[in-house]
C-alpha cells in the first residue's frame, strides 16, 4: 500500500554542521506534511510542516523542503547541537481522511 | 499552557487483566487520536474519534477499545493485555485535519 518511507535509520552528525534527514512518500494525493521530534520515553514533539501549494518552508534553524515531482521530503537542521540528538518522523496527511501516516523515523546523533 | 496530558506516564499490568489507559485535552480539538508505538518503530494509529465518531483501523485488534465521553477525554482499554501488547502508547489531538499534537504517552508494560 501507499506509505510514507526514509531512506536513512541513522544520521551522525558533528556538532555545528547542518544536517539533512530525508522522506520518500508514495501518496500523491497527500496534501499536508509535518516532521516531528522524539526524544527517548517523550511523544512526538511538531518542528514544522508544509502544505503541498508549497516548497518550501523555514523555521528557527530548519528547514523543510517538498518536492512533489518525486514525492520527496527533506528536513534541514542548521548548526545541529547535541540537543536536537533524537528521532525524527515525517508525516503525512491526505484530504480530510485527518490521519497521519508516520515514516520509519530517522535517529540523528549529534557529536560533540 | 493547553495540553494533551496522559496518565499514567508508566503502566504495569498483568497478562490478561484489562487496563485502561487514559488522555485529556485543553485544547478543545475536536479530534482525538490513539497511537501504538514499539520499539525503534513509527507511530501506528489504532483508532481515532472525529467530534463522537469513532473511526477503528482496519487492523486494529478487537482486544482494543476506545471511549470518548466529552470533547476533553479519550480512554483506550485493553481488554486482555498480551506479552505483544507492551508498548508506548501516545494519544493526540487535532482541529479537524490540523494542528496535531501528542500527549507525552504512556509506557505500557505486560507481566
Known amino acids: 500500500g501507499e506509505s510514507v518511507g526514509l531512506h536513512l535509520p541513522t544520521l551522525s552528525v558533528q556538532e555545528g554542521d547542518n544536517s539533512i534527514i530525508n522522506c520518500a512518500y508514495s501518496?500523491?494525493?497527500?496534501?499536508?506534511f509535518i516532521w516531528y521530534k522524539q526524544e527517548s520515553g517523550k511523544g512526538p514533539q511538531f518542528i514544522i510542516d508544509i502544505r503541498s501549494n508549497m516548497d518550501k518552508r523555514q523555521g528557527q534553524r530548519v528547514t523543510v523542503l517538498l518536492n512533489k515531482t518525486v514525492k520527496h521530503l527533506s528536513l534541514q537542521i542548521a548548526a545541529t547541537q547535541p540537543g536536537d540528538s533524537a528521532v525524527y518522523f515525517c508525516?503525512?496527511?491526505?484530504?480530510?481522511?485527518?490521519?497521519?501516516?508516520f515514516g520509519g523515523g530517522t535517529r540523528l546523533m549529534v557529536k560533540p | 499552557d493547553a495540553m494533551v496530558i496522559q496518565n499514567p506516564r508508566y503502566q504495569v499490568t498483568q497478562f490478561g487483566k484489562p487496563v485502561t489507559l487514559s488522555c485529556s485535552q485543553t485544547l478543545n480539538h475536536n479530534v482525538m487520536y490513539w497511537y501504538q508505538q514499539k520499539s525503534s518503530q513509527a507511530p501506528k494509529l489504532l483508532f481515532h474519534?472525529?467530534?463522537?465518531?469513532?473511526?477503528n483501523e482496519a487492523d486494529t485488534p478487537d482486544n482494543f477499545q476506545s471511549r470518548r465521553p466529552n470533547t476533553s477525554f479519550c480512554f483506550l482499554d485493553i481488554r486482555s493485555p498480551g506479552l505483544g501488547d507492551a508498548a508506548m502508547y501516545l494519544c493526540?489531538?487535532?482541529?479537524?485535519?490540523?494542528?496535531?499534537?501528542f500527549g507525552s504517552g504512556t509506557r505500557l508494560t505486560v507481566v
Open positions: 474519534y472525529y467530534d463522537k465518531d469513532f473511526n
Open positions: 508525516a503525512e496527511n491526505k484530504d480530510a481522511g485527518n490521519m497521519l501516516t
Open positions: 501518496n500523491s494525493a497527500s496534501d499536508y
Open positions: 493526540a489531538t487535532s482541529f479537524s485535519a490540523y494542528g496535531y499534537t
